[in-house]
Nanobody, 121 residues
Framework: QVQLVESGGGLVQAGGSLRLSCARS????????MGWFRQAPGKEREFVAA???????TVYADSVKGRFTISRDAKNTVYLQMNSLKPEDTAVYYC???????????????WGQGTQVTVSS
């Protein structure tokens, strides 16, 4: 069983940057794709970004394209570098695994507990 733990969230001013990390424990997921989702208060959870198991393929939501970058290292920690943050990026950010790069929640599992990102105006 895979366990995922997100970290790196916090409070930042608009225009600032944060880097989120998603570390795994338990069964190796080196062959799994990884994704980031977010859920703002009163809204449904939405896709943010995903990366293939090799790191060679990435996909982003239009709302974060050009500002966020997803990456993974050799130990399969997955990162989300968030630049030029906006108040509308405020949400709880979650990571999850998938068999291949996808954007729909139903393709992902082993969700982490989430990390709060708050962007002040």
């Amino acid at each position: 069983q895979v366990q995922l733990v997100e970290s790196g969230g916090g409070l930042v001013q608009a225009g600032g940057s944060l880097r989120l990390s998603c570390a795994r424990s338990g069964r190796t997921f080196s062959s799994y794709a990884m994704g980031w989702f977010r859920q703002a208060p009163g809204k449904e959870r939405e896709f943010v970004a995903a990366i293939s198991w090799s790191g060679g393929s990435t996909v982003y939501a239009d709302s974060v394209k050009g500002r966020f970058t997803i990456s993974r290292d050799a130990k399969n920690t997955v990162y989300l570098q968030m630049n030029s943050l906006k108040p509308e990026d405020t949400a709880v950010y979650y990571c999850a695994v998938a068999a291949s790069v996808a954007t729909m929640q139903e393709n992902f599992g082993s969700w982490g507990q989430g990390t709060q990102v708050t962007v002040s105006s």
